[in-house]
C-alpha cells in the first residue's frame, strides 16, 4: 500500500508541476520510446498494445515470439512485470519515477486513465 501511495504522490508531484524545458507527456514518451538503450515499443508496441518480436518457419509450422500487451495493466501488475527474472524482459534498473512515468503514458495513450486492481485497494 505504502508503494502504491509513493507512485500516487510521484504522479501528483511530478505530473501536475511548472513544466519544465521538457514536458511531462515529452519525458513520460521519451522514457517509454528508449528508457536504457532499446525502447519498451519495440516488443510491447507503439501503445503498449503487443507486438510481434520475431518469427520463423518450421516445416507448416510459425513460430512467433512476442511481446504481450501491457496498457491493459493495473499499477500493481505493471510494478510487478517489471520485476528482475521475467523470461526475455530486460532489467532496467528504473527508479520509482521512472516507472510511474511509464505507468503515465501508457495509461494516457489509451485514454483509459489509472485503473486499480482489486490488490491495489488494500
Known amino acids: 500500500m505504502r508503494i502504491i501511495l509513493f507512485i500516487f504522490f510521484l504522479l501528483e508531484s511530478f505530473l501536475y508541476a511548472e513544466e519544465s524545458f521538457i514536458s511531462n507527456d515529452e519525458y513520460a514518451k521519451m522514457l517509454y520510446k528508449n528508457p536504457r538503450g532499446i525502447g519498451c515499443d ?23 515470439l512476442v511481446g504481450p500487451r501491457i496498457n ?9 512485470a517489471l520485476k528482475k527474472g521475467k523470461r526475455l524482459m530486460p532489467e532496467y534498473f528504473l527508479t520509482d519515477e521512472e516507472k510511474a512515468y511509464l505507468y503515465y503514458y501508457l495509461t494516457t495513450q489509451n485514454k483509459k486513465g489509472l485503473k486499480f486492481a482489486k490488490s491495489d485497494k488494500k
Open 72 to 80: 491493459n495493466l493495473s499499477m500493481w501488475q505493471f510494478r510487478k
Open 42 to 64: 519495440k516488443c510491447h508496441g507503439e501503445k503498449g498494445e503487443g507486438k510481434e518480436i520475431s518469427s520463423y518457419v518450421s516445416g507448416k509450422n510459425k513460430i512467433s
